[in-house]
Structure formats: structure tokens, C-alpha cells
């Protein structure tokens, strides 16, 4: 599944994140919980070069704990400032602010010594739909920044104060020009991160249903009360969670589409349970 999906506006926050940058102290890149790595912009790293970097583990409270629990210690690691949020409950604007002073300790020790009083300037981003714009509501505890459960709402950059310490600039959601990668491809539109109207809905779903067959399938079964899920026949699994919902065309024929949608949305929603599709990889294999 080769995707080239890449709007005009992603190019111009392109341009305009390199020009921002160089006022930028710190750069805090909202990932989701459930995929880390798939939910990584490459881009970034050449970007953000240089500049201090943080990582936010967003949409915790659908994600598999034990596996976020991995994720932290794997990115604390490899060097990374990095904390788990959720951004529809709130309550780590205290985690978050210590994370900022960890990450930029060395720029607010210069300040100190030459007497320098300034706010820590920081660039929130991440790819769309990952829930930046709610994380900064949630700090600052009002609805600011424009916020909703579909990519590409954010169009355009928007400043912020907390606490009179932090600049937060929020910027578009920025994906990378081309996604080769099928697995990373599937696991992008399984969040909703690339639109379901390019992409076929049932092929969608039965692909999420070969996923979540490695280790969540007994959610799946238990929510739809189905015998149990063929990776190898994903279709049939679908049509037999149609069946069971009673989603009917006409001369009995099952609404598969409906269901697909109906499963995504579940999915997305955390309604089959916390899950997360991807683990970092173990000792032996690094």
C-alpha cells in the first residue's frame, strides 16, 4: 500500500517549521501510544537537528499499559526526554513541566548565570491527528488551540502562554511525502491519521482484523460475540461480525462496509480495549 499523501498545506508547515525553528529552545513531538514508531515523522530528526527533544506519548488511556510502560523505558534509552499523557482526562501539566525543565537543563542553567529571565519557547508537533492541539488545551486548561477527532484541522501555526514560563507554538499535523512501508501505511490509516475516503474501507478493516489477531483477538471476540478471527480469511470474520450486529442489505446480502466502519470506529474510540500494535525491540534483537 503505497501512499502519497502529502497536502499543500504539510508542505508549507514544512517551510515554515525550519524558519520557526531557529527561535524554537525545544521541540516536544506528540506520538501515539499505540503505534510510537509508526507515528514518527522521519522528517523530524533532520529538522529538529540539534535542538532539544522531547517525546509525549499521547492517547495512553488506549493504549496496552505494559506496552507504554516498554516504550518509555526504551526511548529514556536511547536518550530521550519522554512521558505518557492523555490528553482527554488531563491532570500531567505537573509531569509535563518537569519534563521541560529535565529536557532544556542546560539551556536554563546558561540563563541563570547571565541572569537571563525568559520564557522556554517550545514547538509542538507531530503528525495529524495525533491530538496536539488537545494536549495544549489540556495544559493550559481551556480550549485554545482548534481540536478535533480528524487529521488536518490545525492549519496554521498558533501561540500560546502557560504560567508566563512556556511559549507553545502549535503547528499543522505534518506527515512525510511518500509511505512506502504497507505495515506502517496500515497502522497510520488504522488511527484515522490518512482519511478513510482514499483508502478501501473493508480492505482496511480486514487488515486490522489480521493485527489485532496476534494478541487481541479475544477483545474482538468478546465484543462481537464471533467464533473467533482467520487471519488467513479476515473477510469471512468480517461478514460473521455483520451477521451477529444484523447489518442487512436487501435479499439478505450482509452490509460489510457498514460493519468495516462501525469496527474501525470501535477501534479508534478504545471501545475494543486498550491495545497498542506495535513493541520496541528487546535487548538481544538491538
Not at 30 to 59: C, F, Q, T, W, Y
Request: glycine share 8%; charged share 25%.
Amino acid at each position: 500500500m503505497s501512499i502519497n499523501w502529502y497536502p499543500g498545506h504539510m508542505a508549507k508547515t514544512r517551510r515554515l517549521m525550519l524558519e520557526d525553528l531557529k527561535n524554537i529552545d525545544m521541540v516536544c513531538e506528540i506520538r501515539d501510544a499505540r503505534i510510537p514508531e509508526s507515528s514518527r515523522n522521519p522528517d523530524l530528526a533532520e529538522l529538529a537537528a540539534g535542538k532539544n527533544r522531547m517525546l509525549v506519548l499521547n492517547r495512553e488511556d488506549q493504549a496496552d499499559p505494559a506496552a507504554t510502560a516498554r516504550w518509555i523505558q526504551y526511548y529514556k534509552a536511547a536518550g530521550y526526554t519522554v512521558m505518557a499523557a492523555n490528553s482527554q482526562r488531563g491532570g500531567f501539566l505537573n509531569g509535563f513541566t518537569k519534563a521541560v525543565e529535565s529536557c532544556c537543563a542546560g539551556l536554563l542553567e546558561r540563563n541563570a548565570q547571565k541572569g537571563v529571565n525568559r520564557t522556554i519557547k517550545i514547538m509542538i508537533v507531530g503528525i495529524p491527528n495525533v491530538g496536539k492541539s488537545s494536549f495544549i488545551n489540556r495544559l493550559l486548561g481551556r480550549k485554545s488551540a482548534i481540536a478535533a477527532d480528524r487529521p488536518g484541522v490545525t492549519r496554521s501555526k498558533q501561540w500560546f502562554n502557560l504560567a508566563g514560563k512556556y511559549d507553545f507554538m502549535d503547528t499543522p499535523g505534518m506527515l512525510w511525502p511518500k509511505i512506502d512501508d504497507d505495515a506502517t501505511g496500515f497502522k497510520l490509516a488504522f488511527m484515522g491519521t490518512i482519511r478513510d475516503e482514499i483508502l478501501d474501507i473493508e480492505l482496511l478493516a480486514c487488515e486490522l482484523l489480521k493485527v489485532l489477531s496476534v494478541s487481541y483477538s479475544e477483545s474482538v471476540v468478546k465484543r462481537y460475540g464471533i467464533t473467533g478471527i482467520n487471519p488467513d480469511m479476515p473477510y469471512d470474520t468480517l461478514e460473521e461480525m455483520a451477521r451477529r450486529r444484523g447489518f442487512l442489505l436487501g435479499r439478505g446480502q450482509l452490509d460489510t462496509e457498514r460493519m468495516a466502519r462501525i469496527f474501525l470506529e470501535e477501534f479508534r474510540s478504545g471501545r475494543l480495549g486498550r491495545m497498542t500494535l506495535e513493541l520496541p525491540p528487546l535487548k538481544e534483537e538491538l
